[in-house]
């Protein structure tokens, strides 16, 4: 009997093993996954549920996953990420207001202006002509500047900085 037990130890503990680091590969996979799909998205309104179905994971469980793995909850960071390109796009672009919120799936432009200033400080025109001013270019030099309106999204070893 004692000879089966270390069998039975040694068997368990290389398949525990294989399981905790396949299990820890696949959900970092399906997370990153998400996050993709997130950046791919940021046009329209996307819930927990939808990100959940997209990694087969139930939503509850992925929620716990997602902010262990990247540290915020999914909603979060997805209104950061399109705060972020709203930042881009008033950097980069001459759009309005309103053209900005609709590109990021925002029906409500003053909604819109309310949740970038609570994510950033200060309202979108301030956000833009604090920029403006800061940088010293005109509106011809930003159309020629090297510019990618897509957010660089290349796995979850990069953490997205937010200021």
Not at 5 to 21: L, M
Not at 88 to 111: M, Q
Request: aromatic share 10%; charged share 25%.
């Amino acid at each position: 009997m004692i000879a089966i037990e270390t069998d039975t130890r040694v068997v368990n503990r290389g398949a525990f093993t294989d399981k905790v680091d396949h299990c820890g590969l696949e959900t970092a996979r399906r997370i990153e996954q998400t996050v993709t799909y997130m950046a791919q998205h940021l046009d329209r309104p996307l819930q927990v549920a939808t990100l959940a179905a997209q990694a087969n994971i139930s939503p509850s469980h992925f929620f716990a996953l997602f902010k262990r793995r990247i540290g915020s909850a999914p909603m979060d960071y997805f209104t950061r990420l399109r705060m972020q390109r709203a930042c881009r796009l008033l950097e980069h672009t001459s759009l309005s207001i309103k053209e900005i919120a609709s590109a990021l799936g925002y029906d409500d432009p003053f909604y819109f202006s309310r949740v970038f200033k609570s994510i950033n400080g200060k309202a979108p025109s301030d956000y833009r002509a604090t920029r403006r001013t800061r940088s010293g270019k005109t509106e011809s030099d930003r159309a020629i500047s090297n510019y990618s309106s897509e957010p660089h999204i290349n796995g979850l070893s990069q953490r997205v900085q937010f200021t």
